[in-house]
């Protein structure tokens, strides 16, 4: 500790610098899976992997668009950790990862509790002061 300057020592704070990097990453994850949830053709896209693994002509054969331009969503989702790439020699198979849109939706889950007892709580209070003008 000696040995580092003050400026050293003040941008980076033993705690708060671990937890922040956590959150980051968190945010950065569920930013990537919402973002990537956010198209149509991807969500298509992943609908479709649910049932099984898939070529890329497989999954072009219900949208009338280009094969580089469906390579293109699956990289966005790839890229978000929604899909991943199998390789058997020039043949590329996908096949839907789910672990993202479980954190995905642990975070709904969470705020969607939170919003429940704050809207509960709201609504005793409306009630609690009804009742009491009432009473006057």
């Known amino acids: 500790l000696a040995s580092m300057s003050f400026f050293t020592f003040l941008d980076t704070p033993p705690g708060p610098a671990i937890f922040h990097h956590m959150v980051k990453y968190i945010n950065d994850t569920l930013d990537a899976t919402f973002g990537a949830l956010s198209d149509p053709t991807r969500r298509a896209i992943l609908a479709r992997l649910a049932s099984g693994e898939a070529q890329v002509t497989e999954l072009a054969e219900p949208f009338g668009i280009s094969l580089p331009a469906v390579s293109k969503h699956l990289k966005v989702l790839e890229n978000a950790g929604l899909i991943q790439r199998h390789k058997e020699g020039r043949v590329h198979r996908f096949t839907v990862n789910p672990a ?34 009432e009473g006057k």
């Open 100 to 133: 993202p849109l479980q954190s995905a939706q642990s975070w709904i889950d969470h705020y969607q509790r939170f919003w429940t007892q704050q809207l509960e709580s709201l609504g005793d209070y409306l009630e609690q002061t009804t009742s009491t003008e």
